[in-house]
């Protein structure tokens, strides 16, 4: 099993519409948790962190659910300015990042 | 305030040759990690250094190298080049090896022919 796994998508989404990405990771000892968003052969840029009570950025809600090694990411009223690729993070004893294979937005107008 | 600065930007180079990427962290970030993304995947961990010594090592040959200075910059040496070893080369930056989350420099772009 892939230590971080994510749908690759591509997801097409119209303009406004919500969308969730979902995230599952294998090792339970991780402590940290992010989003990053990859712009086409940019650098991946930190969207959010993730913890336990979730959190929200205006349009970006993200949920954690340590028990079953579970992360998401909510966009509300997409934009087209948010077609990238969301990479999940999770951290490895404070070692390493582990990147997941990224999930590639559309939003159509 | 200055970003992660890696250089050079793009590189071409031939099979079997050698190649030093370069890296200067945020003023202040005393970790420093490297990572080899192909396209189409997640970046993958290849080396992390905190006050200038290793503190981590992905699963990459000996042939891949860092060092981190007394500045904090930090160099990746990748020796006896492969074809494989095209890729976007991304340095990244913390103050607390990670754990408000690192920040990205823009990468080097090395081509094997």
């Known amino acids: 099993r892939k230590e971080v796994e994510q749908d690759p998508g591509p997801f097409n989404v119209p303009e406004g519409a919500t969308v969730a990405f979902n995230c599952t990771y294998s090792?339970?000892?991780?402590?940290?948790f992010f989003w990053y968003r990859q712009d086409c052969r940019k650098e991946p840029k930190l969207l959010m962190s993730?913890?336990?009570s979730g959190n929200e950025d205006g349009r970006f809600t993200a949920q954690l659910n340590r028990a079953s090694q579970y992360i998401s990411l909510l966009i509300r009223d997409s934009k087209l300015s948010d077609s990238a690729t969301y990479l999940c993070v999770v951290d490895n004893y404070g070692q390493n990042f582990v990147f997941g294979p990224g999930t590639r937005l559309s939003v159509l107008p | 305030d200055a970003g992660v600065t890696q250089s050079p930007t793009h590189l071409i180079k031939t099979r079997g040759q050698q190649v030093t990427l370069r890296c200067s962290p945020i003023?202040?970030?005393?970790?420093v990690s490297w990572y080899q993304q192909v396209l189409g995947q997640g970046p993958q961990f290849i080396f992390q250094y905190y006050e200038k010594e290793e503190r981590g090592r992905g699963n990459f040959p000996d042939r891949f190298s860092a060092r981190q200075f007394p500045n904090y910059s930090s160099e990746l040496n990748v020796n006896a080049l492969l074809l494989g070893d095209s890729a976007l080369y991304l340095c990244?930056?913390?103050?607390?090896?990670?754990?408000?989350?690192?920040?990205f420099g823009s990468g080097t772009r090395l081509t094997v022919v």
């Open positions: 990244a930056s913390s103050r607390d090896r990670g754990r408000d989350g690192y920040t």
């Open positions: 003023s202040g970030h005393k970790s």
């Open positions: 993730v913890y336990s």
């Open positions: 090792n339970s000892a991780s402590q940290s």
